[in-house]
Every structure is written in structure tokens, then in C-alpha cells.
């Protein structure tokens, strides 16, 4: 198992670093667009928690206003996701710009650092934002035990289905019993056609 987690940990950056040299045209071009597009800076942020509950900060590029954060609040009666996570169809936050990068997950790009330096993996469980994890259950936090990922089971998966977070997790411990480098590049493949059909929100 240690030898398969090293070979895991050497595709993430293998991958990862080869992604971003060749997108590094396409990232450049995301930027320009959301800078002149909406008002705020070109990367949001994302304060998440990561596998031991080991606090980090990624990147994703800005799809929402940028006070976004302050709005949440303003809509939490209208979320759709049972439990600590926030879920909204056809959210007023989003950009025009944002609307398009969310469809094809471009603004999942920038995470490809967080892998790069080893703060995520490629597949994993997606990590919750700090004030998320604030809230979680003993049942929640086991989706901690790995490192978490860019793309996981729920993603491909049912994502627009799911509303219960429970039910997330449920697939996120699946992932963790049933893990294997086999499975990581079955969902790496399963990802890419659901990026190409633009079926992203």
C-alpha cells in the first residue's frame, strides 16, 4: 500500500506540473477575462481543511462577486444541501464570466498548485471550508483520513442529485474503503468527459 501511495503522490505531480506548463496559456487568458470582467482580484481564496484537519489555503479563479462570502449568509434559507455545506442553483453571486468557467470547471485550475505542492491530490475527497468543518459530525470528519482532491466520487457521481451532505460523505468514505490507484484513474477519466460535456455548475 505504501508503495501504491507513493506512486499516487508521484502521478499528482507528475500531472499536475505538466497541466500547468501547458495550460499556462489558458490560465493567463482566465485571468485577463475575470480581471476585466468583474470587479475583485483574479484568485479567490478558498480556506479549507485538509486531511487530519490540517488547516490550508487554495486557489480557485473568482466566479462570484467579490463579497460574495458576506452574501451567504443573506441566502442560507434558499440553500439546497441538507448540512454544514451551502448549495445553490442558479446563484445570484456568480458572474457572467463565472457562470461559463464553472460549466467547464475552469476555475478548478488553479488547485493544480495546491497539488503540485502537496496540499491536495488529484482525486480525493473534496475538503470543506473551514466554517464547514466548524459544524461537522464525528460521521463528517471521517472524510478526512486522506488527502483531499481536486475531483472525487461525488463529482462524477450525482453531483447536481446530491442534497443531503451525509450522503456526500457516504461516497467520500466509498472512495477511502474502496481506494486504489485504479480507481484514481478511473475517476481522472470519468472527470475529463464530465469537463468536456460542460456539465459543471
Known sequence: MKSAQTIKRLMDIG?????????AP?????????????????????????????????????TMVSNAEAMEAELQDRNEMRG???????????????KVLRKYSLDELPQ?????????SLVG????????YARF??????????????????????RHR??????????????IRRWSLWLDIQILARTAVVVFRGTGV
Open 84 to 98: 454544514p455545506a451551502f448549495k445553490l442553483t442558479n446563484d445570484p453571486r456568480v458572474t457572467s464570466a463565472g
Open 137 to 158: 459530525t464525528e460521521f463528517q470528519k471521517q472524510k478526512l483520513a486522506v488527502k483531499p482532491g481536486i475531483t472525487c466520487l461525488w463529482q462524477v457521481e450525482g
Open 125 to 132: 475527497p473534496r475538503p470543506p471550508r473551514a466554517h464547514e
Open 162 to 175: 446530491i442534497n443531503d451532505y451525509d450522503d456526500w460523505v457516504e461516497r467520500d468514505l466509498d472512495y
Open 26 to 62: 489558458l490560465l493567463l487568458l482566465i485571468a485577463l477575462v475575470v480581471k476585466l470582467t468583474s470587479k475583485g482580484p483574479v484568485l479567490y481564496a478558498c480556506h479549507w481543511v485538509g486531511r487530519g484537519a490540517r488547516p490550508f489555503t487554495g486557489y480557485k479563479f473568482r
Open 15 to 23: 500531472v499536475s506540473a505538466a497541466l500547468l506548463a501547458f495550460l
Open 112 to 120: 493544480l498548485w495546491s497539488v503540485l505542492i502537496g496540499d491536495l
